[in-house]
């Protein structure tokens, strides 16, 4: 090998004081390293913030946001976000009994369609012997011949209508079909599609406080109604503030009930544990029983057993049904961890040094059941949320009004094919908190796991 | 000497880990004669067992990475390779034993069928043939009623006998080599002897080699021909069993000496223990790896790393205390040209 | 094993019996007269029921009959439909809810196995990121946005191909069952991916596949024989509980998909306040879950060897 250069003094011994290498790496505490661990972890940060976020909006929006969940604003009614706000003014109503003559041919509008009114005529439709029937739909006639929504049977000679019912801004399709002597449809049909324009008439200006008492505006005037950022649900109340009011419902069910019934088993799988023997398999046993009823029937059997009075909202009675069904699970773990614990080395080297049972509960056992603890609990709050959601969805959960993500999504999904977002709200809602919970459940788990210390 | 069956030259081998990367292997060279036992000594984590199983392919990679170095079975590189000239390396030239016999087994399969296995891969037994081949081996290797015991599957075997089965498994098609990892650490003392004896048994009887890792010097006495002291990643000593015992050659294996009960009744009773723990091999020393914890290091020892200086035929020592400029004596040190003294 | 199977088979009926108990004393507790209200009986309809039910009688008496009632496998009769027998009911409703039930889990099932042995295999590559984000998903949104989008894509196929490839409701033929049962058994199939990932993860790491590639054994041949073997346990034994998540979260699917299934029929029987078929049914659930667990027991015992032999 090539001849190193040494010099004179490379041979001198070292004294063994000497600094020579040090450990790169610090020595952390469990809390720390597992703290270091979260925040390593990209995905469970992202979640902790939102999850703060999802705080934020449930207890600072309303007060931001003040507009009462329960009012309804009938001028807008499933409206998406965005929509269109303006209005138009008309004059007040006056009856009409298709009078009037009106250029074309076929089906047609006498005016152009208002929310006020859609008034249609029609010439004769050949084979109408029995007279026609009027449809209107909210999406175009198809092969299928889905006429949509009947709104009336005329004479044959009465080749004129006023839909009045439930208008609202959007696009409808009418469609006549001539019917038989015997009253049968025929296959002669016409059909016409009208774009819906928003009006107001000057009373129900006044009404809503957009003109003032005598005052007076020129018809054709255009007001702008009410802001709803997330639009409004089929009853026309304010979808933004619904969700506001509704987190409080998923979130208190979501952050108590699992506190509790955790709290509950941690107490109950701690007795088992230290009693030990005939005590502990009396208590797990009777743990096994209430882990084996199956817990949506319960859960529903109990909303009828609470029966929920006219007023109340049906919250309390929900989660006293998790805590009652749920803590079992959280007693088996910290019995398991518990009897672990028991048998380690350190606690037995503990009690040689002279513990007492206190100490070794307090500075040993809790200390290293909180880690799972902790993980359990971040896990029991998404699927509590969940529970809340699927039973208010089948309508065994919160009583209406009050709102929650879960009834919000079962009124949603009646109106899913023509106004989604009163869908799409709620639903993101549930799954961006539920998938925060579980990213953050699994962060704290890698984080909190003493077996994952050391490996990647 | 004859030409050695096994070669391996200049291997490294990193890890990446949630730390940094670990260079767990920093070259090792080694040679295994055939019909030899080759024994690698060392303390955990000095990189014995990655040295072997990163020549069994068996390293995960990644995170693990070869990056230098080649192992040549009977001349061809089988690093990477899981074949030579059409025949398998792993379980057929190279049968392999591990340290925790309880947990190397699969608990769902019954003990002849993961031998026989072995069988019906390299050598095109039928089912059936290979389940009679894998009771005869039991048989060799001393497990009673073996027609019975084949049958039955891991959990209802003691350590010791599954460590036989493993030994069975790895013979199963006559293998050159057989590379045992602390074949005997998961094991009670009167078993260790039994397993040890079988193995020169059936050394004798199949004339393979063996690559014996351990870190037990008792294991090293009764088994080896050869011995390779290794520690940080790197070869520090090699020679052969008396070299090692009797003429140490590097502070480490003096270190490891004083460290070892005798039954001789007149040294000194108390073990002397090696302060100090093993470098980071996140970021491993510039110098010599044992610097740190060397009662003789020097201002050299820290920055340069000590070359290989050959003692006598086959006996090799890395440290600068055999430099020619160095004036230190230990006189506990075995140096070139000296007196063999034992 | 024998004795095992009858041991868990008398702890089954305990529980059985803990589950009737709880169901009687809960609807006992039901603030009100069951025989009263709205639902105008006559007098000897009245009479008869409660001459029945011992409704007259002490509430321990009550519970004697009631028991003696479901030991005999007769839970009674309707109370809102005339003459109807929750038998009846339930062997007419059960089997579509069954049905539906047994698809998912099998879907559920072999999709989660193989997803998570290919998204362990392909660990932190492309594939297992794709799959585990699709699985994060599938755990997080709620089974009826899950159903509702189901139900929303079908409609939307069918509109756009021009044909009803498959029916967006009801029940009747396997074109009925598929997507309810697809999206049934969706949440389950994600956290039983989840679960054979990690189980696979273990397994890949583990000191007898190191053994299996020390012998030489094919990749193939590790995967199919020892890994996949070993992993899939972890899964069989939450497959009881799987079961019980699975049917009781039918009722969702059920109502969207308007399947006249039990649960459709439970939660109308709760609305109407129909006590007997709220007690049947809960009981008939309770036990079929019971004993589909001790089931999967079983059948784990004939899988791995160490339960078996012990």
């Not at chain 1, 070794?360 to 809790?366: A, C, D, E, G, Y």
């Not at chain 1, 079962?410 to 799409?424: S, V």
């Amino acid at each position: 090998m090539a001849e190193l250069k040494l010099d004179a003094n490379a041979f001198a011994p070292i004294h063994q004081e000497q600094e020579i290498q040090s450990i790169s790496r610090p020595s952390l505490s469990y809390w720390q390293d597992a703290w270091i661990r979260l925040k390593a972890n990209r995905r469970a940060l992202i979640s902790l913030y939102l999850i703060i976020g999802l705080l934020i909006f449930t207890f600072l929006g309303p007060v931001v946001w003040q507009v009462d969940p329960a009012q309804q604003d009938v001028d807008q009614i499933s409206q998406p976000p965005f929509a269109d706000r303006t209005v138009t003014l008309v004059t007040e109503y006056e009856p009409w009994y298709g009078e009037g003559a009106v250029a074309g041919e076929g089906l047609r509008f006498v005016e152009d369609p208002t929310t006020q009114y859609i008034r249609l005529v029609w010439d004769e439709l050949p084979g109408a012997a029995g007279g026609y029937r009027v449809y209107r739909n909210l999406f175009p006639i198809g092969p299928e011949r889905a006429y949509g929504l009947p709104l009336i049977e005329t004479e044959p000679g009465k080749r004129f209508f006023e839909d009045r019912l439930d208008l609202q801004p959007t696009t409808y399709y009418y469609s006549i079909v001539a019917l038989d002597a015997a009253g049968y449809e025929t296959e002669s049909v016409e059909t016409i599609s009208g774009d819906v324009t928003r009006v107001i008439t000057p009373s129900e200006a006044r009404g809503r406080g957009l003109l003032a008492e005598g005052e007076n505006a020129a018809v054709g005037t255009q007001f702008r109604l009410a802001t709803h950022p997330l639009g409004t649900d089929y009853l026309g109340r304010d979808m933004l503030a619904r969700l506001m009011h509704g987190a409080r419902v998923s979130l208190f069910i979501g952050f108590f009930a699992p506190l509790l019934f955790v709290l509950i088993g941690v107490i109950y799988g701690s007795i088992a544990g230290f009693v030990g023997g005939v005590g502990d398999q009396v208590l797990m046993r009777f743990a096994d029983f209430v882990v084996a009823l199956p817990f949506l029937l319960f859960m529903i059997l109990f909303k009828v057993v609470f029966a929920i009075g006219p007023g109340e909202s049906g919250i309390m009675p929900m989660l006293l049904a998790m805590v009652i069904l749920l803590w079992p699970a959280t007693a088996r773990l910290v019995r398991g961890q518990i009897l672990q614990i028991r048998e380690e080395g350190y606690i037995s080297a503990s009690r040689l040094l002279g513990a007492k049972t206190n100490y070794l509960v307090l500075r040993h056992m809790i200390p290293n059941t909180m880690g799972v603890i902790l993980v359990t609990i971040t896990f029991a709050v998404p699927s509590a949320i969940f529970t809340e959601a699927f039973l208010s969805f089948i309508g065994m959960g919160v009583a209406p009004p009050t709102p929650s993500w879960g009834s919000m999504c079962n009124e949603g999904i009646k109106t899913m094919l023509t106004t989604p977002h009163e869908l799409i709200f709620p639903a993101l809602f549930i799954s961006v908190t539920v998938l925060a919970f579980n990213l953050l459940g699994d962060g704290l788990r890698d984080a909190l796991d003493a077996r994952m210390r050391g490996r990647e | 000497m004859a030409e050695p069956i096994l070669s391996v030259n200049d291997l490294a081998v990193e890890f990446d880990t949630y730390g940094g990367t670990v260079q767990a292997v920093r070259g090792v060279s080694f040679d295994v004669q055939p019909g030899e036992t080759l024994a690698i000594v060392g303390e955990s984590g000095c990189g014995k067992s990655v040295t072997v199983q990163s020549i069994m392919g068996l390293t995960p990679m990644p995170p693990g990475r070869i990056t230098s170095g080649n192992a040549l079975l009977n001349g061809v590189d089988i690093l990477g390779r899981k074949t030579i000239n059409g025949e398998d390396i792993r379980g057929d030239k190279i049968g392999m034993i591990f340290q925790d016999p309880m947990t190397s087994l699969n608990p769902t399969m019954n003990i002849g069928s993961q031998i026989a296995e072995t069988l019906i891969v390299h050598r095109g037994y039928s089912k059936k043939q290979a389940f009679a081949r894998a009771v005869e081996l039991l048989d060799m290797s001393k497990i009673p009623e073996a027609e019975k015991r084949a049958k039955q599957y891991p959990f209802e075997f003691s350590g010791g006998m599954l460590q036989r089965a493993m030994i069975a498994m790895a013979i199963a098609c006559e293998p050159e080599i057989l590379i045992a990892d602390e074949p005997t650490t998961a094991l009670d003392v009167t078993i260790q002897a039994q397993i040890l004896d079988l193995l020169n048994d059936l050394q004798r009887e199949n004339g393979m080699s063996i690559i014996l890792i351990t870190h037990d010097l008792g294991v090293v006495a009764r088994m080896a021909q050869e011995v390779l002291v290794m520690y940080a990643g790197q070869v520090v000593e090699r020679g052969s069993v008396d070299d090692i015992f009797y003429r140490p050659g590097h502070p480490y294996n003096l270190g490891l000496h004083a460290a070892m009960p005798t039954n001789d009744p007149e040294a000194e009773s108390r073990l002397t223990p090696i302060d100090g723990s093993p470098p980071d091999l996140f970021h491993p020393p510039a110098g010599c790896g044992y610097c740190a914890r060397c009662p003789y290091s020097m201002q050299v020892c820290i920055d340069t790393p000590p070359p290989t200086y050959t003692l006598s035929e086959g006996h090799e020592a890395a440290c600068w205390l055999h430099h020619e400029s160095n004036t230190q004596v230990v006189p506990e040190i075995h140096h070139a040209g000296e007196a063999v003294n034992d | 094993m024998g004795r095992y199977a009858v041991k868990r088979l008398i702890q089954g009926v305990i529980t059985v019996w803990f589950i009737a108990t709880a169901t009687f004393f809960a609807m006992h507790a039901v603030p009100g007269d069951p025989l009263s209200g709205d639902k105008a009986l006559t007098e000897k309809i009245r009479a008869n029921l409660e001459a029945k039910y011992g409704l007259d009688q002490p509430l321990m008496t009550q519970y004697a009959i009631y028991l003696g009632n479901i030991a005999q496998g007769d839970f009674g009769i309707s109370f809102t439909q005339e003459n109807r027998e929750v038998n009846d009911i339930i062997r007419e409703h059960f089997p579509v809810s069954a049905t539906l039930g047994i698809l998912a889990i099998v879907f559920a099932g072999l999709g989660g196995v193989l997803w998570g042995a290919l998204t362990a295999i392909y660990r932190n590559r492309l594939p297992d990121t794709i799959i585990m984000f699709l699985v994060i998903l599938g755990i997080s949104v709620p089974s009826f946005v899950i159903a509702a989008l189901g139900q929303l894509s079908l409609v939307n196929i069918n509109e756009w191909t021009g044909v009803s490839i498959l029916p967006v409701g009801g029940w009747g033929t396997v074109w009925h069952m598929i997507v309810p049962s697809m999206v049934l058994g969706l949440g389950t199939m994600a956290y039983l991916t989840r679960l054979m990932r990690s189980s696979m993860l273990e397994i890949i790491n583990s000191d007898f596949v190191r053994t299996a590639k020390s012998k030489g054994v094919p990749p193939t041949q590790i995967f199919t024989r020892h890994q996949l073997r070993n992993a899939i346990l972890p899964v069989i034994t939450v497959l009881g509980p799987s079961i019980a998540t699975i049917t009781t979260g039918g009722f969702v699917v059920e109502i969207i998909f308007a399947i006249p299934g039990l649960g459709r029929y439970f939660v109308q029987a709760v609305q109407q306040l129909d006590y007997t078929v709220i007690m049947g049914t809960t009981v008939f659930y309770g036990a079929f879950l019971v004993f589909m667990v001790i089931l999967v027991d079983l059948i784990y015992g004939l899988i791995d060897p160490r339960v078996r032999l012990e």
